[in-house]
Structure formats: C-alpha cells, structure tokens
Nanobody, 122 residues
Framework: VQLQASGGGLVQAGGSLRLSCVASGSDFSINAMNWHRQAPGKQRELVAGVTRDGTANYADSVKGRFTISRDNAKNTLYLQMNSLKPEDTSVYYC?????????????????WGQGTLVTVSS
C-alpha cells in the first residue's frame, strides 16, 4: 500500500491550493488520515486530521483557512488551503492508519506519503 501526495506549488499570499493524497494497493481499509507539514529547520507538525466518519480537527494556526476532507470510495485525502500565508510554506505530508483483515486477524500499520512542497510568496 502506498500514499501519493500531489497538488503543491508556488502561490502568492492570500491564494489557495488543494492537496490530494491517494492510497493505492489492495485489501485494506483506512482509519484516520492526517496532513502534517515540515518547514526548513523546524519539526514536523500535525496540520489537520480526519476520522473515517469525517470528524475533522485542525491545528490552531490553520483553523478557518484549511479544510480537510476524504473520499473513502476513492481512498483519497484532500486539504483545501485558502488565505495562504508565507508561514504556511512547508513540505506537506499525508499519513494514514491502515487495517488489513485476514484469517489470522487484523494487521494495522501507518504509512506516509512522499511529501509535496507548498511555497507561499509574500
């Protein structure tokens, strides 16, 4: 199972971008899905998360500007980013908690996407 993130790019302050993250593979279900980001010289931080039933939570720094959503039928996670600020410049990573059921019982694991760069110019 792999996660592939896309949608990053260069945008002016006040602009918008939409990130996507697709999970590919077979025989799995996905529980929580999250977006994280890491700016140069800083620690990775959780930006937003969404449960399988759509319950979302956000870092204070992005509340009211970012919207996380998912399409379970397409195994896809989204992050709509509006009113972007220069301080939002980071590499954005998607992450998901997977489950695979078998006769031996459930197997759970966490995977990360490769990251997509968002650059916001002032």
């Amino acid at each position: 199972v792999q996660l592939q993130a896309s949608g990053g790019g260069l945008v002016q302050a006040g602009g918008s971008l939409r990130l996507s993250c697709v999970a590919s593979g077979s025989d799995f279900s996905i529980n929580a899905m999250n977006w994280h980001r890491q700016a140069p010289g800083k620690q990775r931080e959780l930006v937003a998360g969404v449960t399988r039933d759509g319950t979302a939570n956000y870092a204070d720094s992005v509340k009211g500007r970012f919207t996380i959503s998912r399409d379970n039928a397409k195994n896809t996670l989204y992050l709509q980013m509006n009113s972007l600020k220069p301080e939002d410049t980071s590499v954005y990573y998607c992450e998901a908690d997977f489950i695979r059921h078998s006769d031996a019982g459930p197997t759970v694991w966490r995977s990360w996407g490769q990251g997509t760069l968002v650059t916001v110019s002032s």
